[in-house]
């Protein structure tokens, strides 16, 4: 089985960004992968994901979407609720699109299993050394940094609840596969472990960093006992781990973008190759860190 993994695009749909996704779509179909992962932050603008899911999706391989919390963001002039995006205009889009949308159901090839989620945050990765107040986290603010959810999320329940939910769905999706599933890969937005998330040491960064996901997803994944390998995005710095016998990994791109010059080598950098084979994976010579870090980026990009 072979992988291909990228998240955290963030577009916007012009020039500059047709060319960036039809390069990614050249580098997916040379891998030749049997599967194709998208792992969230496309766009908060449903017409621009289904485009983009549209120029992204590639022949001869299972394509699959987990939607991230920019796409299931609310449009604050009207329109659908993030519940609504989430639950059905997504899967809605991916469909028509030729992606499955993995939080809707579970893909399966033989015996190794697909199951995905948006996951989300408990605030479980904060820093509790920095002693700001659990209030702050609930509010999304601090001393004037703010986690912009708060303006463009509206679950109508609280972020504890929400992970919940995610996790309890999960679990479901977890023991109702088939018996002949022998392995798990978990395609996730939001980190399932704290090791994945990067700390600073400074605010507001590592105040943010309380945003990244939840302690209790990953539990609800080692005790299982089939997940092999997790790959998420929405942290912008790539990160790859193992824990307890578990390969994971965040593949993000990000906001920067290069010329055209040397789109080639920073789309080789972004999008990652996977290989399963039985219960060994191995992830081909994948590079960590901010591969945006010096790269100009547009302000208007979320
Ligand atoms: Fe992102
Ligand atoms: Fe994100």
Redesign the pocket.
Known sequence: MRIAAIS?LHVIPNDEDDFLLAEIRKKVEEIEPDVFVVA??LSDDLDTLSRTLGMLRVDDCENLFVA???DVWFDESGGPGSLEKYSRLIGQECRRRGFLHLPDAPFIADDLAFIGSVGWYDYSFRREDMDIPIESYEHKEHNGAIWYDLFRIDWTMTDVEATEIFNRRIEYDLSTLPDSVRHVVYVS??LPFQELTIYKDRLPWDFHSAFMGAKSTGEVLLRDGRVLLSIS??SHIRNLIKIDGLTAMTVPLGYGRPDREHMKEFIREAVAEIHIEGAAVNVVDFVSGDICAGLPYVDSRH
């Open positions: 955290d969230g932050d991230g919390n920019h937005h939001h995005g929405h």
